[in-house]
């Protein structure tokens, strides 16, 4: 190996030696098209994200449904209904189906930890006008059934705190 290649190699591995430290430090990873890009939720790594929602300046912005998917799958196994602001996901929930929800404020694409109820009940608020909208714009779409579905997480996050 020559002398040049090993060079190579070296920067190689300590630059992705420096990707792994600046992750782990929790900067998130970024996904979406270059139109239209978002922070990737913590633990999607390998899912196929689709935003459904609105953008601004190249970002995901405002109230919207983030969906995961598995590669070889059509069904999204999970979903974030909420708020992106600058692509960042800010509030919301994302429900896990058979494995439960996780609600509350976002910070890095992870869920910020607290036992504050208000937080909580408006997250599930967040998640319902998303939901909400999503359905509106898929009616408008003549995508009745996704309008359906949509309306109904809507009703669903709307009375989850009652």
């Known amino acids: 190996m020559s002398l040049s290649s090993v060079r190579g190699l070296i920067a190689i591995v300590l630059f992705g030696a420096i990707a792994l430290s600046v992750h ?13 890009r978002h922070e990737m939720p913590s633990g999607w790594t390998g899912r196929i994200i689709k ?4 953008c601004r ?4 912005q405002g109230l919207g449904v983030m969906r995961g998917y598995v590669a070889e799958s059509r069904t999204a196994v999970w979903v974030f209904y ?3 602001r600058q692509g960042r996901m800010t509030i919301g929930v994302i429900e896990r189906p058979g ?3 996780i609600a509350g ?3 890095e694409g992870q869920v910020v930890s607290t036992d504050d109820r208000e937080t909580h009940v408006r997250a599930f608020q967040v998640a319902a006008d998303a939901a909400r909208q999503a359905s509106e714009r898929f009616e ?3 995508n009745v059934s996704s309008a359906r579905h949509y309306a109904e ?5 709307s009375e989850f705190m009652d």
């Open 140 to 142: 408008q779409q003549g």
């Open 153 to 157: 997480r809507a009703h669903h996050w």
């Open 82 to 84: 909420g708020e992106v």
């Open 57 to 60: 300046d190249g970002r995901a």
């Open 99 to 101: 494995q439960g929800v």
């Open 51 to 54: 935003w459904e929602g609105g």
């Open 105 to 107: 404020e976002f910070r």
């Open 24 to 36: 782990a430090a929790g900067t998130a990873a970024w996904a979406g098209p270059a139109t239209c």
